[in-house]
């Protein structure tokens, strides 16, 4: 295990490798269908529904017993760190592996923002980020949230 690593327990939190690139694409694939309110835009925009490899070099995945369950993808943008994914196994949602996965973003100890989905904006909130304004997407108007890291938990 290398020492980027986050351990708790059996669950790690490492970098993504190639090898891990379909696991991300099924698990991104199955997160996104789980939210309801966005079932109606994913059928109209079934093109959303595909993960981009190009992110690859920016994603940690958490890894259960050998098993990759989660990711979250989050690239530098001038001087703060753009979330861009943060997706969970449906078999393994509201275990702490979102969290887990914040937590790792957060010890780069930069400030951390997303274009939050609007349908999942509690559990924003739940791990430090608040609203900062309001972004035009694809999908209609969404909040724009940022995570100050020195108020992050530990």
């Known amino acids: 295990m290398n020492e980027e690593a986050l351990c708790s327990s059996n669950r790690i939190i490492r970098s993504a490798v190639v ?12 997160a996104s269908l789980t939210v309801e309110g ?9 093109e959303w529904l595909v993960w ?19 990711f979250a993808s ?3 943008v ?5 979330l861009e994914d943060l997706f969970t196994d449906p078999d393994w949602m509201r275990q702490g ?4 996965l914040i937590e790792d973003i957060a010890r780069r100890g930069m400030r951390v923002e997303v274009t939050a989905n609007p ?13 900062s304004g309001v972004a035009n997407t694809q999908g209609g108007p969404a909040p724009r949230m940022h995570l100050d890291v020195t108020l992050a938990r530990p």
Not at 97 to 100: E, G, K, L, M, Y
Not at 119 to 131: N, P, R
């Open 38 to 46: 966005n079932r109606d835009l994913i059928v109209t925009h079934p």
């Open 97 to 100: 592996v979102a969290s887990n």
């Open 74 to 76: 989050a690239r530098p």
């Open 19 to 30: 090898e891990d690139a379909d696991t991300l694409r099924d698990i991104f694939r199955r």
């Open 78 to 82: 001038d001087d703060f760190l753009e």
């Open 119 to 131: 349908h999942v904006i509690g559990f924003y909130e739940s791990v430090g980020f608040v609203v």
């Open 52 to 70: 981009d490899d190009v992110m690859l070099p920016f994603v940690r995945v958490a890894v259960i017993d050998g098993r990759v369950v989660g």
